[in-house]
């Protein structure tokens, strides 16, 4: 939980925001594609051949689930 200055919080809200619309433009692209649709499933986001799955701590990777 952050607990820093609230104009820093705004700060970083905002940036997370960009992040955010990003992501969705990228999801928005694989589903034009035509392969099937990026869904959210229990903790993670699945597509076309892909997982996105949170690791161990802050981080998040892909897998390719035509291994």
Known sequence: MYT??????RRLEQQAAALAAEIAALMTRIDA??????LPAQGRIAG???????????GWTAWSSRR
Do not use: K, S
């Open 48 to 58: 076309p051949g892909f997982d996105i799955r949170r690791t161990t701590g802050r």
């Open 33 to 38: 594609l035509g392969l099937g649709q990026c």
């Open 4 to 9: 820093g200055r609230p104009e820093e919080l």
